[in-house]
Each structure stands twice: as C-alpha cells, then as structure tokens.
C-alpha cells in the first residue's frame, strides 16, 4: 500500500519501525485494517466508546481484518473500552505514538490502515494528509475546515438538521435531552454504510 506523506517531518519511518511498533512487518497484518481514534480533546466532538465499539465489531465480523487503535495515555480509558468489546484482531498502539516527536511514524502507521475511523480532532487530518480513506464523526464542528488538505477519500458525518449544527463549540451549551443531540442521533449503522460506501476493501460485504 502506497503511503503519501504531506507535511511531515522528513525523517519519515521505515518498515523495520513499523514492525517495532506493530509487533509484525506492516505486510503481515490481516486485512482490510481500521484505524480507530476515539477521542478527541473535545466533549461536543466525541462520539461514544460503545459506538466505536460497536461499528469495530460489526467490520471484524463482516471483514474478518484488523482494527489499530489510536490515541496518547490519557486516552487509554477510552482505548480500552473499545478493545474489550472486540474479540477479533486489535493492534493498540494507545500511549506508543506521540506528537509532534512521532508525527513521522504517525503518519506512517495511519497510512499503513485501508479505513480511518476517528471523531473532529488532530488524528483526523493527519489521515486526511497521508490519503488514508476517512470516515469522521462530527458534533460540534464545520466539516468544511477539514478538507482543504485531503489526498484520499473523506466523509464527514454530521447530522446538519439539528438547530444548533455546527456551533463550534467545545463544550455542548445545551442540557437535558438536547445535550451533545448533534453526537447522540448518529448512529453507528449510519458510520457502517458509509464505510462500505467507500468501496475500495472488496471484503467489506
């Protein structure tokens, strides 16, 4: 698989640190391969644990691939409430890749994935610019700012309907049953479709 670098450090990684990371060369990996990154810095563009979960669940069972989950330590709780929920292939590189000294392997990794699944955050256009098809979760923000930079295939889902989207905000100013609607309404069927929608794994039924 052809991996594109874009504003990365020069001092891009090799396929022996990769294996490193990976615990295996990049080719050993069962495919198709989903990166994961569940967390984003912000609560009103952070879609739920149980929702990653449930769309990685549903690609292993249909694709039989990978999943690669992305994220720094903090992050961890949030990792591993979505690596208990799966009994197939999991890489977890939680805590093991850091910005901005590791942006090269980063990028490297996340170009080494066939899909990204991810939430508005950092790790979104870092995929974004090494052309890994991705897939984002968007709350509060305006998917408009993030494709000025794409070298593969982007969509952006976001439920505009509702009255508040996007208010870019990072914390939802809304309470009771409205509070975070714009993450709540989407549902992890909705991020399925639009996942075989990309049509490029052919395993993907």
């Known amino acids: 698989k052809q991996v594109l670098y874009t504003h990365f450090p020069k001092a891009f990684s090799s396929p022996q ?36 979960a449930d769309v990685a669940h549903k690609f292993q069972a249909e694709s039989g691939g990978t999943v690669v989950l992305f994220g720094i330590e903090s992050e961890r709780p949030t990792t591993q409430a979505v690596k208990s929920q799966l009994k197939g292939s999991v890489i977890d590189l939680t805590g093991r890749l850091n910005l901005p000294q590791g942006a090269g392997l980063m990028g490297y990794t996340i170009g080494l994935c066939d899909y990204f699944l991810c939430n508005d955050s950092g790790l979104m256009h870092i995929a974004i610019a090494v052309g890994t098809p991705t897939i984002a979760v968007y709350g509060s923000g305006d998917p408009s700012y993030a494709g000025y930079n794409k070298k593969g295939p982007f ?35 909705e991020v399925m479709a639009a996942l075989k929608r990309l049509g490029q794994v052919t395993q993907i039924r």
Request: proline share 8%; hydrophobic share 35%; aromatic share 6%.
């Open 155 to 189: 969509t952006a889902l976001q439920h505009k309907e509702i009255f508040c989207v996007p208010c870019l905000k990072n914390h939802c100013y809304r309470s009771g049953a409205g509070h975070n609607e714009c993450l709540k309404t989407l549902r992890p069927e």
């Open 17 to 52: 640190e990769a294996e490193k990371l990976l615990g295996c060369l990049p080719e050993a990996i069962k495919r198709p391969v989903l990166g994961i990154a569940p967390k984003s810095v912000a609560p009103a563009r952070t879609w739920d644990a149980d929702n990653f």
